[in-house]
Nanobody, 122 residues
Framework: VQLQASGGGLVQAGGSLRLSCAAS????????MGWFRQAPGKEREFVGAISWSGDSTYYADFVKGRFTISRDNAKNTVYLQMNALKSEDTAVYFC????????????????WGQGTLVTVSS
């Protein structure tokens, strides 16, 4: 599976942005998809994930109520809708894929996109 994240950019605090992650391959619908982020000088951290069917999602506490993950298996794409953005959300955002259940541990994801930069100005 090859992943291509897009949609990053510069947004003011309180604004919204939607990231997309397009996947190649015919087995996209069998993968759990996760979003991670890495701010300058910090470790990569889990943002949220969605099950292969889209029926289940799980989020890190710091994005609950602000971010929403969805997927369209017909388009081989997963989305990260980010609302009420804060300056501390500034980071490079990565999508990742794994077979199996939703997990938070980055090393358990087998495939990664290249990342897209989100900058939130205060």
């Amino acid at each position: 599976v090859q992943l291509q994240a897009s949609g990053g950019g510069l947004v003011q605090a309180g604004g919204s942005l939607r990231l997309s992650c397009a996947a190649s391959g015919r087995t996209f619908s069998s993968y759990c998809m996760g979003w991670f982020r890495q701010a300058p000088g910090k470790e990569r951290e889990f943002v949220g994930a969605i099950s292969w069917s889209g029926d289940s999602t799980y989020y890190a506490d710091f994005v609950k109520g602000r971010f929403t993950i969805s997927r369209d298996n017909a388009k081989n794409t997963v989305y990260l809708q980010m609302n009420a953005l804060k300056s501390e959300d500034t980071a490079v955002y990565f999508c990742a894929a794994r077979r199996g259940t939703i997990v938070e541990v980055s090393t358990l994801y087998n495939y990664w996109g290249q990342g897209t930069l989100v900058t939130v100005s205060s």
